[in-house]
C-alpha cells in the first residue's frame, strides 16, 4: 500500500512539473509574441530602410555619372533684354531620359537585397544593454520588392547679393515591400538628391515661372 501510495504520489508530482513547464513555455511563448516580435518588426524596418536608402543613393549617383548631363542640357533659363532673369524651362526629353533611368537603376539595386538575411541575438530585443550579444541567435529573411516613384525639381536658393544658385534634384518616393511575412510592415524610403547646378547673376524676379518637372 505504501509502495502504491508513495508511486501515486511521484506521479502526481510529475504532472504537476510537466504543467508547470508547460505553462511556462506558454509565457514564454507569448513573450516572444507580444514582446519580441514588434521589437524585430521595428528592427527589421530600420535595417530595411538603411538598406533601401544606400542603394537608391548608390543608384542615383551610378546613374548620374553614367549620363553625364549638364544643367544645361535639363533646364534654360531665359533672360530679358535687360538681362534679367524671365523663366526656367525644361528640357522634358532630357529630364525624362533621367528618371527612367534612375528609375531602373534603384530596381537593379534593390534587386540585389533579394534573400537578405537579418541575425539578431534574443537579449538584444528585451531592451536591455548589458544582454546585448547574449542569448539564441534569431533568424530573419526578407525578400525585397519596390515601388519606386522619381520626381525631378529645380531649387532657387540665394548664393549672394543679385546672385542665385538654381540646383536640380532628383526626388525619390521607394516604398519596400518586406514580403516573407505579411506580419512586417512595408519600409517607405523619401530621398532627395542634387543632380545638376549652376549659379545665375543678376536680378531675379519676385515671381520666376518655373516649369514643373514630369
Known sequence: MRIRRMWRRKKSRGRKIF??????????????????????????????????????????????????????????????????????????VNVNKLKAAVSLEIQNQLQELQHREFNYYLGDLTGFELLNGLGPSLNVRLNFSSSVETDVKNKLESAGINQTQSIIEIHVLAEIFLTSDEEYPNAVVETTLPVAQTLIVGEMPNYLPIARYY
Do not use: G
Not at 47 to 71: F, G, H, P, W
Open 19 to 92: 504543467v508547470t513547464s508547460v505553462m511556462l513555455v506558454i509565457v514564454f511563448l507569448s513573450y516572444i509574441e507580444f514582446q519580441i516580435q514588434p521589437s524585430v518588426m521595428d528592427l527589421t524596418e530600420i535595417k530595411a530602410q538603411t538598406l533601401a536608402t544606400e542603394a537608391i543613393n548608390t543608384a542615383v549617383n551610378k546613374t548620374v555619372d553614367s549620363m553625364k548631363l549638364t544643367y544645361d542640357e535639363l533646364a534654360d533659363i531665359k533672360y530679358t533684354s535687360d538681362n534679367k532673369v524671365s523663366s526656367i524651362s525644361t528640357n522634358t
